[in-house]
């Protein structure tokens, strides 16, 4: 108790630097396991957190969390008939979105979620309980779920009413941005009252095909390299995300039509009519791999307690999805709200998985589970592709691209610097570049200036870092650097002169960007 006391007083917010009172109020909106989640035990009212936590992860997962989907009311629910998951409301609703594993000593970079954005948005001068709120949210549920809906409708007349009547900035990330656009469609006239921004951060506007195709059949990580060793063995989450609605609205819209249509592809061995064999590759696009999925997980089962419990592909969620996405498609941007979306991009993100291989096909699709998927990648932020993420359907004040992971990318400068210019939270940003396909960040400036005996010196040295949204244009050049120079002088009255000199050099980078560096020398004589 007394490590564990000491590690919460060290982690203890620290005391705000800057207060803005003139800022209007900002509401934080998590996405898919961005939340903390806690088991409530019925039969006595103790509570402890199974997600996300470090001690007995895989064990609390299995026992807390593990769910059953039902169809009449559209909800999951979880295996224990004693536990009901709650979302912690501490710190206005921040705590449960900030540091999602409170007792991460080392690698908790790892489980921190709008850790940063917070510590960035408190020096802004925003104030947790006055001006910053986080939602947080059971996230196996639909995106349309009632239940889910009134939470928010509450969260967001309690914000307004905390900021004395101030209208809200919403800030979502990743699967947040859908419920978010799911509760302006089904509770327009309380979203048009109460918000006046709405900042979607890496949105599967259109969904994240290949990684769910993927989730389907091999589960999915929740950290990446060593430490997810710590956490939960993808195979125990596949099976709580199979009865996740969520996961399947994360599936992919049926309607979008997609410039590169995502499929699911599979090596197989296939006999004709005279017994010869055939290895070929099969390829399903969205509607088509539905079957798939159905065959692959048939027979999936998991034991909960003893007893076998069926988990197939669940064609009720599938259907309960499919009408998600029929609100989604429709939904409509209130005249009096701006909008604008911040998208992932330099990152190869699956969009397609292929299994098997011509030297090793698939002969058992219920075996598909043991093979690692080859993914067909797309432009993206590694999980979502930029395609999905830019196709939010709306009337979008911006939509700017910046290089970043799907989760990482809520910690990007570049990010902040275009939250910080939407929210009027400081100055305006004089850089700023309405167009959106790149973003200029100045890196460095310096000036020296030297006068004596009638003959003055000037220099000047900047720098700028210029992320584009596409480097195509510049594919012939991006492996070399461009060189430009101009002097002017300029002879005077009474034998007065004066004279400058700059260059302007382009330098390559990678992910996106270029460094830009102008050096500048003027020199001036006063004769008189």
């Known amino acids: 108790m007394t490590i564990k006391l000491w590690l919460n007083l060290m982690k203890k917010p620290q005391a705000q630097p800057y207060l803005n009172p003139n800022l209007d109020p900002v509401l934080l909106v998590p996405g898919i396991g961005g939340s903390m989640l806690n088991a409530v035990n019925d039969s006595d009212g103790s509570q402890e957190r199974v997600w996300v936590r470090f001690l007995s992860a895989e064990y609390k997962l299995k026992t807390k969390l593990w769910s059953r989907y039902d169809p009449s009311t559209g909800k999951t629910v979880s295996m224990d008939e004693n536990t009901r998951i709650m979302v912690p409301d501490d710190r206005h609703g921040l705590y ?4 999602l594993d409170p007792d991460m000593v080392i690698g908790c970079d790892s489980v921190y979620y709008f850790h940063d954005m ?28 009632q239940e889910i809906l009134d939470q928010l409708a509450a969260k967001l007349e309690s914000v307004y009413n905390a900021a004395g009547g101030k209208k809200i900035n919403i800030i979502s990330h990743s699967m947040g941005g859908l419920l978010v656009k799911c509760f302006m469609s089904l509770q327009s006239d309380v979203f048009e009252k109460y918000v006046k921004n709405w900042i979607a951060i890496a949105a599967p506007f259109q969904g994240a095909p290949g990684c769910i195709n993927s989730t389907f059949l091999n589960g999915m990580s929740f950290v990446e390299g060593w430490e997810q060793n710590l956490y939960i063995s993808k195979w125990s989450m596949h099976q709580l995300l199979i009865e996740c609605p969520s996961i399947y609205e994360l599936m992919g819209c049926p309607n979008f039509h997609w410039q590169h249509i995502p499929c699911l592809e599979l090596w197989r061995d296939k006999q004709d009519p005279d017994g010869k064999s055939h290895i070929i590759l099969e390829s399903y696009p969205p509607c088509d791999s539905i079957d798939v999925l159905k065959q692959a997980l048939v027979n999936n089962t998991v ?6 419990i069926p988990l197939p592909f669940n064609l009720e969620i599938l259907k309960w999805a499919n009408k998600t996405w029929e609100i989604l498609s429709s939904a409509k941007l209130p005249s009096n709200v701006k909008f604008y979306n911040i998208y992932g991009t330099n990152l190869e993100t699956a969009h397609s998985v292929c299994y098997g291989s011509e030297n090793k096909p698939v002969s058992d699709l219920q075996q598909l589970r043991h093979f690692q998927p080859k ?19 709306l009337n979008a004040e911006a939509r700017v691209g910046v290089p970043g992971e799907h989760r990482g990318i809520l910690r990007e400068a570049h990010v902040f610097r275009l939250v910080k210019h939407w929210l009027k939270a400081g100055d305006p940003d004089p850089f700023y570049n309405p167009l959106n396909d790149y973003v200029i960040l100045p890196t460095a400036f310096e000036m020296e200036r030297h006068k004596e005996k009638g003959l003055e010196v000037a220099s000047l040295k ?14 012939n050049t991006a492996d070399k650097m461009s060189l ?3 002097s002017v002088s300029n002879e005077g009255a009474n034998q007065s002169y004066s004279e400058a000199y700059a260059t302007i ?3 390559p980078g990678n992910e996106g960007k270029q460094r830009v560096q102008l050096n500048a020398l003027a020199v001036s004589v006063d004769a008189s």
């Not at 034991?303 to 076998?308: H, L, M, V």
């Open 375 to 393: 993914c067909i990648c797309v432009d993206g932020d590694g999980t979502v592709p930029m395609e999905s993420a830019k196709a939010d359907g």
């Open 484 to 486: 430009s120079s101009i």
């Open 303 to 308: 034991n909960y307690d003893g007893e076998n």
């Open 96 to 99: 449960a979105i900030d540091n």
């Open 462 to 475: 900047e720098e700028w870092e210029i992320i584009s949204r596409d480097q195509d244009d510049q594919s």
């Open 118 to 145: 917070i510590i960035e948005m408190r020096k802004w001068g925003f104030e947790e309980g006055k001006t910053l709120f986080g939602f947080g949210y059971d996230f196996r549920q639909s995106n349309r779920l």
């Open 505 to 507: 050099s382009v330098h």
